[in-house]
């Protein structure tokens, strides 16, 4: 028996010396702010608690080391310090997804005993244990900060924020995400419920001859084991392409690690992985397909029978490139490499399906709910009327979490039994399983005239999209679409191809291609002026897109903040000793001859309640508190009376969040129901509308294919312009990223700064660290530690600088920033370092240190 006080009181414990105390307190106590990141790898952080005072990791202590000790979790610490830094986290930004935010605050509740004045390097110093991906840490520094104020200063008061455009609105169920009480899919818990365990094929390529359940299905606990062959409906889904199997089946081939080869379902999450070990699978091994350009070779394996390994070449062609490459006085051409990179959600994949009347619901983190009910229903044989799922915002998706994963196993398996089911991965099974950012090579040449104007550009790009198609052939489309940067380039000659190999699969990530091939054509840009003596700065501003340019797929502009941007860099570039500059587009919506539409229902329910029902994602990025702001703009209802809502019974079909699109679709949508509801308050009170709903609806539907015959081509209806500048320490690392963005009207100024900041965090990293490196079809490693992540300390100073050129499209002037935050990130790092060394790196990520905080 194990003796021990929990937040003041007395326990017992009989169990299994050697069960985790993160296991002890989310099970047998049901203290869900305790969150599961690493799986148990003492990686992430999110289960911090406090023993003895301490912070420590529950994940990694078994509960015999708690004998005699006091534990404390969010809901035990003293009120007086939990209250500040809830409420410091949520006025300051510092919650974004919020899945890290309960442990980020276990991990320095103790600092506030002693009240001792700590420095802002001593703060990310103590958070470095900590992993958040949303953030860049420094809106949570912000936080620590100011509750640090609240609790030594007794008259300390902030002043509450108003909810128009631009006001700094803090984040919709900030507080409640800060406590850990707002709960995330794996927190859900319905009686009677069972756990799905996922087989994974231990082969990237291998013919499935038998798999073996007898040893299994004999385990203790165990309900049922469903394979292919228990799919009532269709077995293959996909975003683009229907080609990924929901399970492989005895006598096919499996194409990456990724495949599923069973699902058990058994009382106990623990009870089902233990006998997912007994199944026994019969393999006949086949030599995986691992490299895109060994791929393309007529000699290669097919990885899908009868399909070539290329799925898919995009290409765009104007003028007369060859011609003026070759008359051009300065050009440069290498090959660049990009490396995959994994997303590190801090909350990894989950769904919760369970039997209602004769339909099936299902509580999904994924980014399209309308999506993931099309293609269950697809699955389970069902008319989609019957498939009914709720969106739980999530610890995170960054496009990770666009293509299905657990949630048609977990309502398969609950549709066959009419039980509830969960199915959680681990953190080594996310790695496995959903698809990747891809690695892209490129081949680029791009050529000057002799007073710095760009002449031609010419790009063959090869992208590995792994097993499976996901959205890879978007992902290239975009590798085309932006080939040409921030600039204008009359003659171009681009071409992008999709691969299919054994690997994992590749898909969506934040930035979607983009900032591969700026990647690519900023490190040509200041090779060029390397050549010919121009300056960097100077070459940029001369070529930038402005008003009326065109882009590589000649598309004309109009809204363009480029050169403003440039400009509010260029003192602190020049002044520089040693910096890299690099400017960055990122479309916003799907485009490409695709509809970009949103529908929104505003009910009024009574006086103090209002809801809106949309059907996009939340996934830290803010999209929630658009909505709230732009009603309250249009009508004056205040934010506190306002929930949201994204469930499929709403009835109002909406895409995958992606593409940054969101805002300006779900703002428009909400301006267009608002008209009619803002009218009716002149005269009547919410009261007197309760049961009204109010229906608004925003469609794009007039963009095209990139068509050299197409007169004023419309690609995508908007993009968003950036100019970043990394400026490197005299011993070589980073010190400082200047970050200048052009969000149109930057529609809450708090959480445009913390969008850009979490993301030029993503793009240091992936400029410097981060990798996930495979061999043979299989991750060399599955530990979250070997990502490459930046932690809080290794962080250099961020500054954001909003630039507002209204788009002509998004509400008030809005532009997507979601994404292009990470898009020039890497370009200027690896220009500084070419300038500090005048070593050109050609692949990422560079291995470099930047300038730590200690």
């Avoid at 305790?34 to 003895?52: D, L, M, P, R, Y």
């Avoid at 760009?454 to 489309?477: P, R």
């Avoid at 995958?656 to 509801?677: E, F, P």
Wanted: glycine share 8%; proline share 4%.
């Amino acid at each position: 028996m194990i003796n021990f006080t929990l937040n003041g009181q007395k326990k017992q414990y009989n169990g299994p010396a050697e069960t985790s105390l993160l296991d002890y307190l989310r099970l047998e106590e049901n203290l869900t702010s305790v969150k599961e990141g690493c799986s148990g790898q003492g990686t992430c952080g999110a289960c911090t608690v406090e023993i003895n005072g301490k912070p420590r990791l529950a994940c990694t202590t078994p509960i015999r080391k708690v004998e005699g000790a006091e534990v404390t979790t969010m809901e035990g610490i003293p009120k007086k310090v939990q209250e500040a830094l809830v409420h410091s986290f949520s006025e300051k930004g510092a919650v974004q997804c919020g899945y890290c935010s309960p442990g980020m605050i276990m991990r320095v509740a103790h600092l506030f005993r002693e009240l001792k004045p700590m420095s802002r390097e001593e703060i990310f110093k103590a958070i470095s244990p900590n992993l958040c991906r949303c953030t860049g840490y420094i809106k949570i520094v912000d936080a620590i900060e100011e509750a640090f104020k609240r609790i030594s200063n007794p008259a300390f008061q902030t002043e509450k924020s108003g909810a128009k455009i631009g006001d700094p609105l803090p984040k919709y169920e900030s507080i409640e995400t800060a406590m850990g009480k707002r709960l995330f899919v794996n927190d859900l818990y319905f009686e009677g419920m069972l756990f799905g365990v996922l087989k994974f094929s231990e082969h990237p390529r291998a013919v499935i001859l038998n798999i073996d359940l007898l040893a299994a299905e004999k385990q203790e606990g165990v309900i049922k084991i469903f394979t292919a062959r228990d799919i009532p409906g269709e077995r293959y889904s996909g975003l683009i392409f229907k080609d990924w199997p929901l399970m492989v089946d005895v006598g096919e081939r499996t194409n990456c690690i990724s495949d599923v080869l069973a699902v058990v379902v058994a009382e106990t999450e623990a009870l089902a992985r233990k006998a997912t070990e007994k199944i026994k699978v019969e393999y006949k091994t086949e030599t995986p397909v691992t490299d895109m350009m060994e791929a393309v070779q007529p000699e290669s394996p097919q990885v899908h029978n009868g399909q070539s390994n290329v799925l898919e070449t995009s290409r765009i062609r104007f003028g007369n490139p060859e011609k003026e490459i070759e008359a051009a006085p300065y050009k440069y051409k290498a090959v660049f490499e990009t490396q995959r990179i994994e997303h590190a959600f801090l909350e990894t994949e989950t769904a919760v399906a369970l039997p209602e009347n004769d339909c099936i619901k299902l509580y999904s983190q994924g980014q399209g709910v309308y999506v993931d009910r099309q293609q269950i229903a697809s699955f389970l044989n069902l008319p989609e009327e019957k498939v009914h799922v709720i969106q739980v915002s999530n610890g995170g998706g960054f496009g990770g979490k666009e293509d299905l994963t657990v949630q048609g196993h977990a309502t398969l398996c609950s549709w066959l039994l009419q039980k509830p089911v969960k199915v959680h991965l681990t953190r080594e099974e996310s790695i496995r399983m959903h698809p990747k950012r891809h690695p892209v090579r490129m081949e680029m040449e791009l050529a000057c005239n002799e007073t710095g104007k760009f002449a031609a550009l010419a790009l063959k790009a090869f992208g590995d999209s792994g097993a499976y198609a996901s959205v890879g052939t978007k992902v290239m489309e975009r590798v085309v679409g932006h080939a040409t940067g921030a600039y204008t380039v009359p003659n171009v000659d681009i071409e992008a191809h999709t691969i299919y190999t054994n690997n994992i699969p590749s898909g969506a990530m934040r930035g979607f291609g983009v900032p591969q091939v700026v990647y690519a054509i900023e490190s040509c840009i200041d090779e060029i002026c390397n050549q010919g003596g121009f300056d960097r700065w100077q070459i940029r501003y001369d070529n930038a897109l402005e008003n009326g340019a065109k882009t590589a797929t000649g598309q004309e502009l109009q809204g363009v903040g480029l050169k403003q941007t440039l400009l509010a860099v260029k003192q602190q570039f020049q002044n520089a000793k040693f910096a890299g500059i690099a400017c960055g587009l990122k479309n916003t919506g799907v485009g490409n001859g695709m509809i970009d539409d949103s529908e929104v229902k505003i009910e009024i329910i009574s006086e103090d309640k209002v809801i809106i029902h949309h059907g996009w994602s939340e996934m830290g990025q803010g999209v929630h508190n658009m909505a709230i702001q732009t009603l309250h703009q249009e009508t004056s209802i205040q934010p506190e009376k306002i929930e949201v809502m994204v469930d499929t019974a709403a009835d109002i079909p909406t895409g995958m969040t992606t593409s940054s699109r969101a805002t300006a679709l779900v703002g428009n949508a909400i301006r267009d129901a608002a008209k009619s509801l803002a009218s009716d308050l002149k005269t009547k009170t919410l009261n007197q509308l309760a049961g009204q709903t109010y229906k608004g609806k925003f469609i794009c539907d007039w963009t095209s294919k990139p068509d050299p015959e197409t007169e004023k081509p419309v690609i995508h209806f908007s993009y968003g312009y950036a100019t970043q500048v990394v400026i490197l320490h005299d011993n070589g690392k980073i010190q400082k990223v200047i970050a200048a963005h052009d969000g149109g009207k930057i529609m809450n100024k708090m959480l445009f700064e913390g969008q850009i900041q979490g993301a030029v965090h993503m793009g240091l990293g992936y400029a410097l660290t981060e990798d996930l490196p495979m061999k043979d079809g299989k991750p060399v490693s599955y530990k979250l530690n070997d990502l490459g992540i930046l932690r809080a300390k290794e962080m250099p100073e961020v500054e954001v600088i909003g630039i507002e050129e209204k788009d002509p499209i998004g509400p008030y002037g809005a532009k997507g920033i979601g994404e292009i935050g990470m898009v020039p990130t890497a370009a200027a790092v690896a220009n500084a370092f070419c300038q500090f060394n005048g070593i050109r790196h050609h692949k990422l990520p560079m291995k470099r240190k930047i300038q730590s905080k200690n």
